[in-house]
């Protein structure tokens, strides 16, 4: 089933998450038809800046229009069947694909560094989500250089606007491949390197697909597919332990 966003539960959460709010000016200014993704410079080293206020990370993560250019339904649909399969949300945010995922997935891991985000999802699923998914939606403090996921886990791994972000992507990675189960998935979803009407992440912050492809084979997973073509802004690249 697919989320609606609300705009009225949305505040209703924030409203009880926080004490007091600036009138942030919205994100990404600019004159351009197609949706702008999240303004994700404040998250360079994983962590908000000091400054950032949580309802404007919230902006930033899911900004109007985000559920077409994501398209998150194509996304989840390249797991497969996932029934019976656990699923690592890296750099879960507010939860967008997670709480999507927990009406499809037996279980889904959301992992954050900002205790903020923690909050705000633990929140928001209680609001947004029918009783029978809540259980399946667990959020994970994580730390920089590890997700805090335990060995056989969970069956796939996440990354969705993250991946560019991550220091020392390819010790990372090593650590998700051994958790991984064999056959394990891991799929990582970021802006493509080119010029496109968008204005975050900056072009020089983002990584060409090689890069990504060439960083997985170092760590050891084997690519199963790269598509460059089913996202407007994005690539997705699959590989398997």
């Not at 351009?32 to 360079?44: E, F, I, R, S, V």
Request: aromatic share 8%; proline share 7%.
């Amino acid at each position: 089933m697919k989320i609606q966003h609300n705009l009225t539960i949305l505040s209703l959460v924030l409203a009880l998450l926080l004490v007091a709010c600036g009138s942030d000016d919205p994100i990404a200014e600019g004159n351009t038809k197609a949706p702008k993704p999240a303004d994700t410079t404040a998250l360079q080293n994983g962590l908000p800046t000091d400054s950032a206020s949580l309802q404007n990370l919230l902006r930033q993560y899911d900004p109007p229009g985000r559920d077409v250019w994501q398209k998150p339904e194509v996304v989840i649909g390249k797991m497969g069947d996932l029934t019976n399969k656990t699923v690592a949300d890296i750099g879960a945010g507010s939860g967008f694909f997670s709480r999507r995922l927990a009406q499809q997935a037996k279980h889904v891991i959301a992992v954050e560094l900002d205790p903020r985000f923690i909050q705000f999802m633990d929140s928001i699923k209680l609001v947004e989500l029918k009783p029978e998914y809540q259980g399946r939606f667990e959020t994970r403090l994580g730390m920089p250089n590890d997700p805090k996921l335990k060995p056989d886990e969970a069956d796939i791994v996440l990354v969705v606007n993250t991946y560019i972000y991550i220091q020392n992507r390819v010790e990372y990675l090593k650590n998700l491949l051994n958790v991984l189960p064999k056959g394990g998935k891991i799929i990582v979803v970021d802006f493509k390197k080119k010029r496109m009407p968008i204005k975050y992440p900056k072009p020089e912050v983002r990584l060409e697909l090689y890069e990504v492809e060439n960083e997985l084979d170092d760590a050891g997973f084997t690519i199963i597919e790269s598509d460059d073509c089913a996202l407007d802004y994005q690539y997705i690249v699959m590989a398997e332990k």
